[in-house]
Each structure stands twice: as structure tokens, then as C-alpha cells.
């Protein structure tokens, strides 16, 4: 089973989630997207797979989604994936990526479904 997860150490959740994956012997690919953000290829597969539209993916409540005017409803899917893409601080954490499924860590034991 591979599992991938994308992690930012510096959250709680994300931490907990690993911790959680670690404890159930699961050792994830890490990938810390705030280093290596998601190409859009990878941003729309999490997407399609989470079965979310860009914005529910997104860290409404973080101060460059209001600097950069995201909140506006005419955006496009297409620019919402950009901003994503340029901004990685954006994506809701952690992602975790498992037999063609995915979960979003909030809470931790979320992902339990998808191992």
C-alpha cells in the first residue's frame, strides 16, 4: 500500500495525522507542500478524487486568500487552482493519499477511512 501525505510540520493537524499514521503502522511518503507544492495536474487529481470544487480546498480563513481577492464568486475553477498553486499556504492540510483515494485530515482520524 503506498500512502502519500501532504504534510506541513509547523500544523498541528498535519503533525497529528502523521503521528496517527505512524502509530498504525503506515510510513507515508511525506511531501511537504509548502516546499514542493502540487503541480496542477496533482492539485486537480486531489480534486477530482476528494470530489471537491477548488475553493472547499481552500484555506479560506488565511490572510492572503483576502489580500488576494479569492473571496470574489466570479472566479473560475481554473484561477482558483492558480492562486493554489502559487500561494501552497492556501491548500487545506494535511492531505493523505491512499489506493486511489483521499481524505483530508481534519479531524486526524479522517484518513483512517481511506487506509
Known amino acids: 500500500m503506498t500512502v502519500e501525505i501532504f504534510h506541513n510540520p509547523r500544523c498541528s493537524k498535519s503533525r497529528q495525522t502523521l503521528e496517527l499514521l505512524n502509530d498504525k503502522g503506515v510510513a507515508p511518503e511525506i511531501t511537504e507542500y509548502l516546499k ?11 480534486l477530482s478524487v476528494l470530489g471537491l470544487e477548488p475553493r472547499q480546498l481552500m484555506r479560506t480563513k488565511e490572510k492572503e486568500y483576502k489580500e488576494q481577492g479569492l473571496d470574489d ?9 492558480d492562486a493554489m498553486i502559487a500561494t501552497p499556504k492556501l491548500i487545506e492540510r494535511p492531505i ?15 484518513v483512517l477511512e481511506i487506509i
Open 36 to 46: 514542493t507544492p502540487p503541480d496542477r495536474e496533482q492539485l486537480q487529481k486531489i
Open 73 to 81: 464568486p466570479s472566479l473560475s475553477a481554473e484561477q482558483l487552482i
Open 96 to 110: 493523505v493519499i491512499s489506493n486511489g483515494k483521499a481524505a483530508i485530515g481534519r479531524p486526524p482520524e479522517s
